[in-house]
Nanobody, 115 residues
């Protein structure tokens, strides 16, 4: 089992920045990848950013150039630096860990961007 604890969400004005953190604990010795997803009301869940155990990253087109995913050296904590935030970035952001096909999810943290 894996537990994911998120922090860093909140309310910010358009153009501002936030940094989300996700700390993994438990059976974390063979995590293949970690990722950030987001879910807005009435919208499909969207993959925002993804990082593998080798450090390979992928981003949604809507956040390229604005968001950066990174991890600690021990690979147990992943971050999402969000710059130049837009109202359309408003959503619940969910941390995900993939252990060879088994997925674990955090509780979600609300990000609200005001105009």
């Amino acid at each position: 089992q894996v537990q994911l604890v998120e922090s860093g969400g909140g309310l910010v004005q358009a153009g501002g920045s936030l940094r989300l953190s996700c700390a993994a604990s438990g059976s974390i010795f063979n995590i293949y990848s970690m990722a950030w997803y987001r879910q807005a009301p009435g919208k499909q869940r969207e993959l925002v950013a993804h990082i593998t155990s080798l450090g390979i990253t992928n981003y949604a087109d809507s956040v390229k150039g604005r968001f950066t995913i990174s991890r600690d050296k021990d690979k147990s904590t992943v971050y999402l630096q969000m710059n130049s935030l837009k109202p359309e970035d408003t959503a619940v952001y969910l941390c995900n860990a993939n252990l060879g096909g088994k997925h674990y999810w955090g509780q979600g943290t609300q990000v609200t961007v005001s105009s």
